[in-house]
């Protein structure tokens, strides 16, 4: 889609056109017209000269007395002409025509006709005037020119003068209004500079500012604002009952161990060991509340500030494993903090849990940056010493809500892929279970960097 600025620019265009254009063309039709009219006042003005200077004697014959006429009609192809023709066919026309003839034209008695023609000399353009007419009962047919070519170059001047105005107003227009936009617009940038805080975690919400916006946006920042306060109060909900019920659930757990304490010693160890699994999943459940903390919806991850608190967390969490992290510093992820804590929460998770050597000591590996120079994509990897998982299990592991830790053999193996998978394709990224070298699984996953916009 185009941006509204080009938008507006092409509507303000073709408005600015659509009325322009109309007016110009009423104009010059207005100016052709006056022209036209004030010819043909002047050809009529000539006509009545020429009838004044027509003389009949006393035997009927008649001549024109050229002293009473100027000398325009003189100067031979002066651009101004005439011819009268008697009903007899004596005809008289004017030096100026010199050995050209007068055009054809057929006329009533009282008739009167206009017209406009190419002249029989060169390039001359001819607006003619002819009348039927008596004098002294005897008829008459007068028929008088005058040259219009220069006429029409000044007006094909003033059209194209016209039309270099016009260029240059709308593009000065143009110009101006871009201006405008840009100073327009450019009220936006608190607006884009707020929610850029907001991505980045520097503000909670944007109550104290809406009214430093313009008043067309300050509902739309309303909304956001409101819609990010709903955001922030759901998933606050969702993890303080999450942690609410891991925290709920320790003490009927500590009672119930203390009912297995009257079981038989056979008993005892088979309900002390399903109790301890419920335990650690209770402490699970509450250490990954407290690895995400507070929620902020859209904002980005700096691995600077992220990491060190999970690796801090991860280790209390599992001593015996030894976390390795490597990216570069000031690394900022575009993508969601909240989402990038979970998927790394569970990754690292699962590896310092089931990813142990044979001493049990772990190594576990965690890389991000970017796959090449171009930045077009993000790569997480995450590396343990582990058993792994059998490569008939994997694709099946990566099912949609399906764990290893339901199916007894690799009690717990899974836990958490499903939640891993679902946000790597909710960012249209991949997902892949690989094996590590010289042992131990490796997960690698691949995510589409994103604008600063998306």
Same mark, same amino acid.
């Given at each position: 889609m185009s941006s509204l600025q080009h938008r507006l620019r092409r509507q303000w265009l073709m408005s600015l056109l659509a009325i322009t254009l109309p007016l110009l063309l009423l104009v010059d039709l207005g100016v052709r017209q006056l022209t036209q009219h004030y010819v043909l006042n002047r050809l009529d003005h000539d006509a009545e000269g020429l009838i004044a200077a027509i003389e009949v004697d006393?035997?009927?014959?008649?001549?024109?007395?050229?002293?009473?006429?100027?000398g325009l009609f003189q100067r031979v192809y002066s651009g101004?002409?005439?011819?009268?023709?008697?009903?007899?066919?004596?005809?008289?026309?004017?030096?100026?025509?010199?050995?050209?003839?007068?055009?054809?034209?057929?006329?009533i008695q009282g008739e009167q006709?206009?017209?406009?023609?190419?002249?029989?000399?060169?390039? /001359?353009?001819?607006?003619? !005037? #002819?009348? =039927? $007419?008596?004098?002294?009962? &005897? *008829?008459?047919?007068?028929?008088?020119?005058?040259?219009?070519?220069?006429?029409?170059?000044?007006?094909?001047?003033?059209?194209?003068?016209?039309?270099?105005?016009l260029a240059a107003a709308v593009i000065l227009l143009l110009l101006w209004q871009r201006r405008q936009l840009q100073q327009v617009f450019a009220q936006l940038r608190p607006l884009q500079q707020h929610l850029q805080q907001l991505q980045q975690g520097e503000r909670q919400d944007l109550s104290d500012v809406r009214t430093s916006y313009p008043q067309e946006i300050q509902p739309l920042a309303a909304e956001l604002d409101h819609l990010l306060q709903r955001l922030q109060q759901r998933i606050q909900r969702s993890r303080n009952a999450l942690g609410n019920l891991a925290h709920t659930m320790?003490?009927?757990? /500590?009672?119930?161990?203390? !009912? #297995?304490? =009257? $079981?038989?010693?056979?008993? &005892? *160890?088979?309900?002390?060991?399903?109790?301890?699994?419920?335990?650690?999943?209770?402490?699970?459940?509450?250490?990954?509340?407290?690895?995400?903390?507070?929620?902020?919806p859209g904002r980005q991850t700096q691995l600077d500030d992220e990491l060190p608190a999970l690796q801090h967390i991860l280790q209390q969490l599992y001593p015996q494993a030894e976390l390795q992290f490597a990216y570069a510093p000031g690394l900022v992820m575009p993508h969601d903090r909240d989402d990038m804590l979970e998927l790394l929460g569970n990754l690292l998770d699962n590896a310092c849990k089931y990813g142990a050597r044979k001493d049990g000591t772990g190594l576990v590996q965690l890389s991000v940056g970017l796959s090449d120079q171009k930045g077009a994509e993000w790569q997480l990897d995450v590396r343990d010493q582990g058993n792994g998982i059998a490569a008939q299990q994997r694709d099946y592991l990566l099912q949609r809500g399906t764990r290893l830790d339901e199916h007894g053999e690799q009690a717990g193996s899974g836990l958490g892929l499903a939640m891993v998978a679902d946000i790597v394709a909710s960012y249209g990224g991949r997902l892949q279970l690989l094996d590590n070298e010289p042992h131990g699984l490796h997960v690698s996953v691949t995510l589409p960097a994103l604008s600063d916009r998306e």
């Open positions: 006393a035997d009927g014959r008649w001549q024109i007395n050229e002293q009473r006429l100027g101004h002409y005439y011819a009268i023709l008697s009903a007899d066919g004596q005809m008289q026309v004017s030096r100026s025509l010199w050995d050209h003839q007068p055009p054809a034209f057929d006329l006709r206009s017209w406009q023609q190419n002249g029989a000399l060169g390039d /001359q353009v001819w607006l003619n !005037l #002819a009348r =039927q $007419l008596k004098i002294d009962g &005897q *008829a008459f047919t007068l028929w008088v020119a005058e040259d219009i070519s220069g006429l029409q170059a000044t007006l094909n001047r003033y059209r194209l003068l016209a039309l270099l105005l320790k003490h009927p757990l /500590q009672q119930l161990q203390l !009912l #297995a304490e =009257q $079981l038989s010693p056979e008993q &005892q *160890a088979e309900q002390v060991q399903a109790l301890r699994q419920l335990q650690q999943l209770t402490e699970r459940e509450l250490q990954r509340a407290r690895i995400v903390g507070m929620p902020s």
